[in-house]
């Protein structure tokens, strides 16, 4: 490891190290001086990662990240990787729904990626958009409010583990009053890295091909 970094601070090498593999996405505001750090030496650090590992590191302006292409331990099920990784249809098309939503909202906005603002919205306002994507795509009948509300329910724990989206706590006495609706959340920007334009126009449409939202929506505690 030391002909790779022997000309940087080592401290600063380990900390950068850990913090890319102690969860999916490193953010700036995270440790903006680490990040920094990162950033500006993250030609070695790609390359230490790509000899040793196979692994490639992507760092933008707010996020970093390293990729992983394949597994090793052939003992390990698909469900005993701690990735995040979507199995489930619902939670494919709501996450497909949530970057569609996300997209709306950076244009919407005029964001763009080296804004130091992130966008925030409340759950409501999600929904609604959700709601409006699923009946243009299925009909007014078969889009039902709770429906989708389960559908991208089903989700929020997931985005929020993996820190796609975060919970804007409401103050003590304000929570008492406040309903799922009005719920905000902030977008982090890892929502970058999985880009729904890329995917092509109808691939929402592809995702809901069949005549209604499944039943795993429906029966979603």
Request: overall charge negative; glycine content about 2%; charged content about 35%.
């Amino acid at each position: 490891m030391t002909d790779y970094f022997e000309r940087l601070s080592g401290p600063r090498v380990q900390r950068v190290l850990n913090v890319l593999v102690e969860a999916p996405f490193f953010y700036r505001d995270d440790d903006r001086d680490l990040f920094a750090f990162l950033r500006k030496h993250r030609a070695v650090f790609a390359r230490f990662y790509d000899d040793l590992y196979g692994w490639e590191l992507i760092v933008d302006a707010q996020c970093a990240r390293v990729y992983k292409t394949r597994w090793h331990n052939p003992a390990l099920k698909p469900s005993q990787h701690d990735v995040f990784d979507l199995t489930r249809r619902d939670d494919c098309i709501a996450f497909l729904l949530v970057l569609e939503y996300y997209e709306h909202l950076i244009d919407e906005r005029d964001i763009s990626i080296d804004d130091p603002s992130l966008p925030r919205f409340e759950f409501g306002e999600l929904f609604a958009f959700a709601r409006a994507r699923c009946a243009e795509v299925l009909g007014e009948e078969s889009a039902t409010d709770e429906r989708v509300r389960r559908l991208l329910r089903g989700l929020m724990p997931t985005l929020l583990r993996y820190r796609f989206l975060r919970e804007v706590e409401p103050d003590a006495e304000e929570r008492a009053r406040i309903d799922a609706d009005h719920m905000l959340y902030e977008c982090l920007p890892a929502l970058r890295h999985y880009d729904a334009r890329l995917l092509g126009p109808r691939a929402l449409h592809q995702a809901l091909r069949v005549p209604e939202l499944s039943q795993e929506a429906e029966e979603a505690p």
